[in-house]
């Protein structure tokens, strides 16, 4: 049976992964979504070039930040919540419900399937969640794991 501390080590980084995914697509993104072209009512054929031209740019540059985004979140992770920092998981939270909310906002107000960007959160949420809570919460089979979430002091 998987440990606590396993599965929120997995579901922490796959979220960051899932993040950094998205960030690539949205970078390599070389024209406008069909469901951007649908929301603003024209074909690709009718989109005026500068028009085409700011939304790739604004896709390129959201995809930038979102990498970031996940970088800095596979940091926190390594670095910060598998040490059993407290502050780290706050600011992993904050970093990733503040950026995929927003994202997840915009997506939704386009029409763009913004279930995605929400399930990060989630799955960052999820597993932040089951590496700071009491281990008398959710007891442990092992106590020996790669991770020392629950063994560590807060900080």
């Known amino acids: 049976m998987i440990s606590r501390r396993r599965a929120a080590q997995i579901l922490l ?8 995914v998205g960030g690539l697509y949205d970078l390599l993104t070389s024209s406008p979504p069909p469901r951007h072209l649908a929301f603003l009512g024209v074909s690709a054929q009718e989109l005026d070039p500068r028009t085409a031209s700011l939304l790739s740019a604004l896709l390129r540059a959201l995809g930038g930040a979102l990498i970031g985004v996940g970088i800095g979140s596979l940091i926190l992770i390594n670095c910060g919540v598998c040490q ?9 939270g904050l970093m990733v419900g503040l950026t995929e909310g927003v994202n997840a906002g915009q997506m939704h107000s386009v029409g763009s399937p913004y279930w995605a960007p929400l399930t ?10 089951l590496a700071h809570v009491p281990t008398n919460i959710f007891p442990t089979t092992s106590q020996t794991s790669p991770m020392n979430l629950s063994d560590a002091q807060p900080r």
């Open 120 to 129: 990060f959160i989630g799955l960052m949420t999820i597993g932040a969640v």
């Open 84 to 92: 059993g920092h407290r502050w780290a998981a706050v600011a992993l």
């Open 13 to 20: 980084y796959l979220s960051a992964v899932l993040i950094l």
